[in-house]
């Protein structure tokens, strides 16, 4: 499986991005107002872990052509100093092949012997709409889990946000 890179125009697959202890796909759009509520804490995530051999990447499902532009897409990434691969899928395998529903939902990968697997999927913490009133930072959780070379607990949280269309 392989996707476009609106950032770099290059070909990004998981089995050439996994790298060090896990990757984490953010499935995210600039259109869902619930992905723009946590793009500060994307940022700080990203800035926390991605030193410490964890890979970060947003995945955009949204189906209609003018929500995956790639400029606007570039832009956005940098605009926001989200600084991370925005990726185009345009017809929604990715999203299709991982179960997503909502945006923004997280995925978390690790390389488990060259055989990639998903260890977590959901929601980013319990508080979508006020930061500072998250009680559970599920990603926070399962990425220092990973690190420490433990299976993240818990595996899966359901996701709030934006709905994955998928027509």
Same mark, same amino acid.
């Given at each position: 499986m392989s996707l476009t890179d609106a950032v770099t125009g290059k070909t990004y697959t998981i089995s050439n991005e996994i790298k060090g202890k896990a990757l984490v796909l953010i499935f995210h759009s600039t259109n869902c107002p619930f992905a723009k509520m946590y793009?500060?804490? @994307?940022i700080d995530l990203r800035t926390r872990f991605q030193n410490l051999g964890v890979s970060f990447a947003l995945v955009n499902p949204d189906p209609k052509p003018e929500h995956q532009n790639a400029d606007m897409m570039r832009s956005h990434v940098d605009a926001t100093d989200l600084n991370m691969s925005y990726l185009m899928d345009v017809e929604q395998v990715w999203a299709k092949a991982f179960k997503i529903t909502k945006i923004p939902e997280i995925v978390i990968i690790t390389p488990n012997s060259g055989s990639p697997s998903i260890v977590y999927r959901g929601a980013i913490d319990n508080n979508a709409q006020v930061e500072s009133s998250v009680t559970e930072k599920y990603v926070?959780? !399962? @990425? +220092?889990? $990973?690190?420490?070379?433990?299976? &993240?607990? &818990?595996?899966? $949280?359901? !996701? $709030?946000?934006? +709905? $994955?269309?998928?027509?």
């Open positions: 793009e500060k804490r @994307i926070e959780r !399962a @990425i +220092n889990q $990973v690190l420490k070379g433990e299976k &993240p607990s &818990p595996e899966q $949280v359901r !996701a $709030v946000g934006c +709905n $994955v269309r998928s027509f």
